[in-house]
């Protein structure tokens, strides 16, 4: 169990997070540069702080559970930011459901039966990588290899 004074404290570090409007389906998409995989979505301009925090909250208390260690805050600024960097890519299951063409329950069933996604609070969030592991196979039954088999003698 983590101290809720530790936490509080890693909760003050001033880290940096990045919204991003969503066009397609409204809110916005918030996510900390630092720390891996840390983000969230809010439905409205007003929620962006307490989901942020959230967010925040949740990850470092899974990680410190976990062992993991914790980055300390960077001198974040757009100039060197990555935007190809695999964090910056991550999509929801609602997008991820827009591009297979299946329901988002879809989705969920394949990531888990698969292995694939990242839990986030109540959200599951997909890279490149996962989204291509549960894109399906050609149609129809796998190909049999038949070997020749010859006698020498």
């Known amino acids: 169990m ?15 997070f990045i ?10 998409v918030i996510f900390y540069p630092d720390l891996p995989g840390c983000m969230t979505q809010a439905d409205t301009y007003a929620e962006i702080a307490e989901m942020a925090e959230d967010a925040l909250r949740t990850w470092l208390e899974a990680n410190l559970e976990a062992g993991n260690p914790i980055p300390e805050p960077g001198d974040f600024s757009f100039a060197g930011w990555d935007w ?10 609602q997008e991820v459901a827009e591009m297979l063409g299946v329901t988002p329950r879809r989705v969920l069933a394949i990531a888990e039966n698969r292995g694939v996604g990242r839990r986030f609070g109540r959200s599951v969030m997909f890279s490149e990588v996962d989204i291509e592991a549960m894109r399906p196979g050609p149609a129809g039954r796998p190909r049999h290899h038949m070997t020749r088999h010859t006698d020498a003698s």
């Open 2 to 16: 983590v101290s809720q004074s530790t936490l509080d404290e890693l909760v003050n570090r001033p880290y940096s």
């Open 19 to 28: 919204v991003e409007a969503n066009r397609d389906n409204g809110g916005w």
């Open 84 to 93: 190809d960097k695999p964090e910056a890519k991550l999509r929801t299951t």
